[in-house]
């Protein structure tokens, strides 16, 4: 298993510019994560999806979008590119079996990828 | 709401010594709690989870956590620093009715040969 790729690695763009960040995953997660990584802020969650078809928003949502359409991939997009975005995004999935001490819950991060918005 | 806090930006060790790197979190229901560790210039790796059972959980590299319910705390612990530790930790909760998992701000551990 590839695990959580993310692609591209680096990117700068200008303003108003737009992109798409790539996230796939080849370990049959329902759930799939996006976070933005600014120094001193920790992680703050982007936009979120518990499977195809559902996604929804998470702390710091303004400025992106996101899409489902497979379990693989969950693609965030930018469509107006600002300084203020400037950050490293991270993807991350997981899976949930049922409730109990067997509940198999964690992430698998992606490598990341670090966006510079000039 | 749904937040996590790691009180210390940093926290310094002298290798040997025992670390402890706080979290406290509130959360509805039963919380799901984590632990994970950023080494410089690379993603983030898994450390442990409490989900249920025993207060005192276990995981990778000799870390172990204790959940605390009363105080809301889930604090990483590990008996003997090394200076390899040195790194980034975040803390992180989720509750058993969502879906939404939030980190902390994260906390510097340095261990000091």
């Known amino acids: 298993n590839a695990g959580v790729t993310q692609t591209p690695k680096f990117r700068i763009l200008k303003i108003g510019q737009s992109m798409t960040l790539q996230c796939t995953q080849d370990?049959?997660?329902?759930?799939m994560y996006w976070y933005r990584q600014d120094p001193g802020m920790g992680l703050k969650l982007i936009y979120y999806?518990?499977?195809?078809?559902?996604?929804d928003k998470g702390e710091v949502p303004n400025g992106y979008n996101v899409s489902r359409s497979t379990t693989e991939d969950f693609p965030l997009r930018l469509e107006l590119a600002a300084p203020s975005q400037t950050s490293v995004y991270f993807c991350a999935s997981s899976y949930s079996v049922a409730s109990g001490s067997s509940a198999q819950i964690r992430f698998y991060f992606g490598p990341g990828t670090r966006l510079t918005v000039l | 709401a749904q937040s996590v806090a790691q009180p210390e930006d940093q926290v310094n060790v002298a290798e040997g010594n025992p670390l402890t790197v706080k979290c406290t979190y509130s959360v509805s229901g039963n919380p799901y709690l984590f632990w994970y560790v950023q080494y410089p210039n690379r993603g983030l790796q898994f450390l442990l989870k409490y989900i249920t059972g025993d207060n005192l959980v276990k995981g990778s590299y000799g870390f172990e956590a204790e959940f605390n319910k009363s105080q809301t705390s889930f604090h990483l612990k590990k008996p003997s620093a090394l200076v390899s530790d040195s790194a980034l930790y975040f803390c992180a909760v989720r509750g058993d009715r969502g879906f939404k998992t939030i980190f902390g701000a994260g906390t510097r551990l340095f261990v000091k040969a």
């Open positions: 370990m049959n997660h329902n759930y």
């Open positions: 999806s518990v499977g195809a078809g559902i996604t």
